[in-house]
């Protein structure tokens, strides 16, 4: 009897989650493609709700979302972080993905680094003028800096800044297929043994290229992400499909070129905000 019971159970569950799918399910589907959800990812999301809510007759969109945000809250862990007395942060990613400016603002802003002792290094010799905005930022803000022209000059740079709390570098932007990119990455790791491996990744890029990018940079693996130029897409949907990939902690959200206002912590709350209620 009590087999018989749980049978018809799910029997049940399966109905009613099968013409919930058929009904609100390609709505659901619809909304996250035009938010810029992968479509594996929308049906992934959408397949799981109706699951979940397979016991309940009447469902709309909207309790399907619900389900959905709570499952895309899920993926933004905490990151679990030792202290230390310094603390070693570097920068990775594609050209022109607001790296140099996500340092600036992590550098400056209390919800951050702002309230520590900081040092930024660039290793981005290769860019013309590539050091100028840290070398500016640095004569506004008294936020140390240096350039090092060559791997070589890091241990000397890292002398200099013995009596930092926090030391932030910035790695060259050069495109992902340059040639000897990651190996040249790769020298600096192994030279900094860097405490976290920060993976820049700009929202407004097609979600192949983001996806392209995390790949090649996990090779170097990647502690957590920085989500840019959320202000410069319409498609911010794209960065959930993105941390259900790569499945690490998001670090920090920027949503414009305001230093360092331009900043949010890269909580559930924040990520969900800027899906799904980015104007």
Request: glycine content about 8%.
């Amino acid at each position: 009897k009590d087999l018989l019971s749980v049978v018809d159970k799910d029997l049940f569950r399966l109905k009613v989650g099968k013409q919930l799918f058929t009904s609100q399910g390609p709505k659901a589907i619809d909304k996250l493609r035009s938010l810029g959800f992968t479509v594996e990812h929308s049906e992934s999301l959408v397949r799981k709700s109706y699951i979940k809510l397979a016991d309940k007759r009447d469902v709309s969109e909207d309790e399907i979302l619900n389900v959905i945000k709570k499952d895309i809250a899920a993926l933004c862990k905490p990151e679990k972080l030792k202290k230390k007395k310094q603390r070693l942060v570097l920068f990775l990613g594609g050209t022109g993905c607001g790296k140099t400016s996500m340092i600036l603002k992590m550098a400056a802003s209390e919800k951050f680094y702002g309230k520590q002792n900081v040092g930024i290094i660039s290793t981005d010799s290769f860019k013309s003028g590539g050091y100028y905005p840290i070398e500016s930022f640095s004569k506004i803000s008294g936020i140390e800096s240096r350039l090092a022209e060559t791997a070589g000059k890091l241990p000397l740079i890292m002398e200099d800044f013995s009596d930092k709390d926090v030391i932030l570098v910035d790695t060259p932007g050069r495109g992902m297929n340059f040639k000897n990119k990651v190996s040249e990455i790769q020298k600096i790791i192994d030279l900094l043994k860097p405490d976290e491996k920060i993976l820049v990744l700009p929202a407004n890029q097609d979600v192949d290229d983001l996806f392209f990018q995390s790949v090649i940079t996990r090779l170097n693996g990647i502690t957590s992400l920085c989500i840019t130029k959320l202000d410069e897409t319409v498609k911010p949907g794209k960065i959930a499909s993105v941390m259900n990939e790569i499945n690490v902690p998001v670090k920090a959200l920027s949503n414009g070129q305001g230093i360092p206002k331009d900043i949010m912590l890269g909580d559930s709350s924040n990520v969900l905000k800027s899906i799904f209620d980015n104007n």
